[in-house]
């Protein structure tokens, strides 16, 4: 059974930085691409970042490039996002995606998908 767990989300003022994680199990973790995806109340889901099997490659949506950093670690099945320099626009809850192969930056191509955690940036 394929398990993405997200954690790391909480309450921080604008300015202010959180590292979310995503951890896998049930998968080849290193044949996967990993996706970090958000969704506000009223919104669609919407792609924040994507990163290749091997790391090599990263991917961003431009509302955050140069503050959010993706990463993963295969020796420990673990993705990460990296968020520095919050916005209240980057509320949301935040969801980790793995995909085999597809497109990084279309949801709909992504296999599994994690519980989601809350991120919320005060003003």
């Known amino acids: 059974q394929v398990q993405l767990v997200e954690s790391g989300g909480g309450l921080v003022q604008a300015g202010g930085s959180l590292r979310l994680s995503c951890a896998a199990s049930?998968?080849?973790?290193?044949?996967?691409?990993m996706g970090w995806f958000r969704q506000a109340p009223g919104t669609e889901r919407e792609f924040v970042a994507a990163i290749n099997w091997s790391g090599g490659s990263t991917y961003y949506a431009d509302s955050v490039k140069g503050r959010f950093t993706i990463s993963r670690d295969n020796a420990q099945n673990t993705a990460y996002l990296q968020m520095n320099s919050l916005k209240p626009e980057d509320t949301a809850v935040y969801y980790c995606?793995?995909?085999?192969?597809?497109?990084?930056?279309?949801?709909?191509?992504?296999?599994?998908w994690g519980q989601g955690t809350q991120v919320t940036v005060s003003s």
């Open positions: 049930g998968l080849a973790f290193s044949n996967y691409a």
């Open positions: 995606a793995a995909v085999l192969g597809g497109k990084p930056r279309d949801y709909n191509e992504y296999d599994f």
